[in-house]
């Protein structure tokens, strides 16, 4: 490291002045001291030449020692003077390069190189070391990356527990982390703990990030549906509701969120008059929720429509019967009818679809139209009818008469085989069976009789009648 380089280079700098200051003083010093024998030498040479010659060589010999003495001396302060500054450099150096590894990148390149040679209990330890950090607090993609990375060290040696975290402390610094999603979704599918996936998919619809939720889209189920749809009717609504197989739908009427206050849908919805909010959802066996679907409904009763009577034609002259029906009646309503120009109730005549008979002379034909609601139309048409016969009525009785005394039933007399008496009272033209008949009572002894006789206007044909009005039953007399 450079750092480390220019240390070492300023040290040997201070090592070499030291050395080079101690060798200067250890030169003046001996220089010093040579001076010195040479003023010896010279005060004594006033003494005799032997003595002079002795006492130089042994003065000589002596500051040979003691300059010998003092260089070792210099030599050894120098020599402790470099030992001492090479262990305070070697401390210096020592604590630097230990600094240089006290820190967040140290840790976290030695955990990348852990997990290339697959050491991941060694890069863990790193890692985890770089995380004490303050960088290994902060939100930089360099952090996160090595974040990511002590998770699969993590899953690698099985520490599942650790794995979760770390990815949920990944998601604390960067909510829109697609890989901690992505993880986080597999670690709770295998758990199949669907309450933690649950809470994980409303985090990532709070990040508002389409990508992200749509790595839930297997577990989020779709939309439920309304049928019919909404919009505007004039007649009440079953509403049904449909979702994802094993879904349960909630629903509310009053326009509130079904996510707060629903019922369960079990059965169909009936609508009434007036707007209904539906609104509704649905929730899949992990219990994950859908969106929430809102449907509006207008429901505004018309009441039925007008009916139809028929004919056209109000005016007849004919042999055959006028039969009148009615139309025009919608699903779900009840039609009734007066022929006297009251106005019908729900009491009167019900219509059911087969047509009636108009008697001969003015009819007055009132038709009540009523619905499920109570909501009613009415329609009215008066009719004249005027049937014509080929036989009179005087003739008819004369062909009855013929066909009783022919079969024995009265004799030329009219009286019957227990000698009563018996005599006919004319009562109406009635159209029985598609035929035009002249009804009669039949009176025995002055006693009318709970039948009747009478003969076809266009045939002359004689009939034995019974039944009661509106059912009358005809059967040929021989």
Known sequence: MKE??????????????????????????????????????????AGSDDEVLYDGAEDNEDEDKVGARKII????????????????????????????????????????????????????????????????????????????????????????????????DVLELDADNENAYYNLISIYSDEENYSELVQLYQSAVDTGNSDITALFSRYVPSEPEASPDGGDYSDDQSIYLSGD??????????????????????????????????????VNEYGFESDVVEKTYNIAYIGPSTPVISPTETIFSQSSKVMVTISNIDSGCKAYYTLDGTTPTTDSNEYNNQPFE????????????????????????????????????????????????????????????????????YYSLKLIDDKSIYMFYYNVDGEAQDYWYGSDSDTGDVYLITGSRDNYRLSAVK
């Not at 001969?360 to 038709?367: E, L, S």
């Open 245 to 282: 197989s094993e879904c349960r739908i909630y629903y509310t009427t009053d326009g509130t969120d079904p996510k707060t206050n629903a019922s369960l849908f079990t059965d169909r919805i009936e609508l009434e008059e007036g707007q209904t909010t539906l609104k509704f959802y649905a």
């Open 4 to 45: 480390e380089f220019d240390l070492e280079e300023e040290l040997a700098k201070s090592i070499a002045s030291i050395v080079d200051e101690e060798t200067a003083d250890a030169e003046a010093y001996v220089k010093k001291n040579s001076n010195n024998s040479d003023s010896d030498d010279a005060g004594e040479s």
């Open 73 to 168: 001396i210099i030599v050894a302060v120098v020599v402790a003077a470099i030992a001492v500054i090479g262990a305070a450099a070697y401390f210096v150096v020592r604590a630097a390069f230990n600094k240089s590894k006290d820190n967040y990148g140290y840790y976290n390149e030695l955990g990348y190189r852990a997990y290339d040679e697959e050491d991941y209990d060694s890069a863990i330890d790193n890692f985890e070391k770089a995380l004490t950090y303050e960088e290994g607090k902060s939100d930089s993609d360099t952090n996160i990356n090595m974040m990511l990375y002590l998770y699969e060290c993590y899953k690698n040696t099985s520490q599942d527990e650790k794995a979760e975290e770390i990815l949920k």
């Open 358 to 425: 108009l008697p001969a002379g003015n009819t007055v034909v009132t038709v009540l139209v009523v619905d499920d609601h109570g909501m009613t139309s009415m329609a009215s048409k008066t009719y004249s009818v005027t049937y014509i016969a080929k036989y009179t009525q005087s003739e008819a009785e004369e062909f009855i008469w013929s066909a009783l005394i022919d079969n024995k039933t009265v004799d030329e007399e009219h009286l019957d085989e227990d000698g009563n008496e018996c005599t006919m009272d």
